[in-house]
């Protein structure tokens, strides 16, 4: 935590300790981890505690601020990789360390609702713009949110960023490094960060704007562009523009859902500026407890550079492995079947992808995905996940990680 950021936190608090008129709640969460990995013959283990802390203040009836500070321990630290340490382990990023997670003013109108400082950021299902909140640390950013509600059940939404703190911590001690050699061709994506001088925070001059339209009782349109400047790793820049159809409806006794997707992006800080593509379909069919769930994505590549989402957040969809988080020069096609059971208090969820290349069909791999949840009372959760990746070929090993959750909400 920086000293200007302290500042500002003790100043905030101390207003909030003096203005009696205000309207303060506070939220405290505990989550413990344990996570086991193995990747190309090489076994990793972590155990990491979260300890969150919220205070949400409100002055008025237009104006709210909220503080957030996450602080993360782990243990074993010797056993895994992670956002600052790289020994040639499997990388585990829960990364310890304290954080100003979030640190916001909010003003709320009548049509219109700004948000200026630190906050969490999630569009639609995180695919472009995400949180990353699967890891110990968050991804947040330092930024302008503005959101103005049109028509009758429509908005409109801007975003300026100028700062991406991002899952792997801001810190650095440069000491502790113990880099492995860069892979010199096919590595597993997702296995080695882009640039290990540059995990933990981005600056940002992006501009990012949403148009969601619900003026129609089953369909949603929602029409996106993101011009994202990344200052600290050019080539993650994109200009991406993009549409996406969701269909829902409910025919007793069964529920249907219909996905679709299509972005078109440009690379402007890459050699030949390429042009990547990227497509979604999913179809869902649910009965009573329970859902199915087709799903093919393709991330596409364009003078071997592939499509980037790097501020979204990425095990949502290619698999709790973390094979693919970053796309690979061939781009990457992901099909992918999924069986969701829910009874309270259980979730349970079952996964299969199948991988392949976008530019010659190439077989990359199979995973399977599995996720047990149980919330039996608000206080306590607990989610075990398991994922199983198959490669293709020495250059994709064989994965197995399994992480065990319990979250207590205060």
């Known amino acids: 935590m920086t000293g200007k950021h302290r500042a500002t936190l003790i100043s905030l608090l101390l207003f909030s300790v003096c203005c009696g008129a205000a309207e303060h709640s506070t939220d405290v969460s505990v989550r413990a981890r344990l996570a086991d990995a193995s990747v ?46 790289l020994n040639g382990k499997p990388l585990i990023p829960d990364v310890p360390g304290t954080e100003v997670n979030q640190l916001a003013l909010r003003y709320r109108g009548a049509e219109t609702e700004v948000t200026l400082g630190r906050q969490r950021l999630e569009w639609d299902e995180q695919r472009f713009l995400g949180s990353d909140s699967f890891w110990q640390q968050d991804q947040t950013f330092d930024a302008l949110a503005l959101e103005r509600r049109l028509l009758m059940s429509s908005r409109w939404q801007y975003l300026y960023i100028g700062r991406a703190h991002r899952i792997f911590g801001r810190g650095r001690d440069q000491s502790e490094h113990d880099y492995p050699p860069y892979p010199e061709t096919d590595e597993p994506p997702g296995y080695y960060p882009d640039d290990y001088s540059l995990a933990g925070e981005h600056r940002h001059d992006s501009h990012l704007t949403r148009l969601e339209l619900n003026e129609w009782d089953y369909t949603q349109l929602v029409l996106y562009g993101l011009a994202v400047d990344n200052r600290d790793q050019p080539s993650m820049s994109n200009d991406t523009l993009g549409a996406r159809y969701r269909f829902s409806y409910q025919a007793h006794p069964l529920r249907y859902r219909l996905l679709l997707e299509v972005a078109g ?75 969701n059971w829910r ?48 490669g293709s070929s020495p250059y994709l090993p064989n994965q197995r990680w399994a992480y065990l959750d319990y979250r207590y909400n205060f």
């Not at 957030?68 to 340490?85: A, C, K, L, M, P």
């Not at 994505?297 to 095990?315: A, H, K, M, R, W």
């Not at 199948?354 to 190439?362: E, I, K, L, P, V």
């Open 265 to 339: 992006q440009e690379r402007p800080e890459l050699p030949g500026r390429p042009q990547p593509h990227y497509y979604l379909a999913e179809l869902a069919v649910g009965f009573q407890s329970w859902e199915w769930l087709g799903r093919h994505e393709v991330l596409g590549s364009d003078q071997g550079y592939g499509f980037t989402t790097p501020i979204g957040s990425t095990y949502l969809f290619q698999g709790f492995a973390g094979v693919f988080a970053i796309t690979p020069d061939d781009g990457l096609k992901d099909s992918s079947l999924r069986l």
């Open 40 to 85: 190309a013959g090489e076994t990793g283990r972590a155990a990491s505690l979260l300890l969150r802390a919220r205070l949400a203040s409100r002055w008025n009836r237009q104006w709210s601020s909220l503080v957030e500070i996450d602080h993360v321990s782990s243990t074993w630290r010797s056993d895994h990789s992670d956002g600052r340490r």
């Open 343 to 390: 009874a309270h208090p259980w979730e349970v969820s079952v996964r299969h992808h199948w991988f392949s290349a976008q530019t010659d069909g190439r077989d990359y791999g199979r995973e399977w995905n599995i996720e047990v949840q149980l919330k039996p009372a608000r206080p306590h959760e607990v989610a075990l996940r398991y994922a199983d990746f198959q």
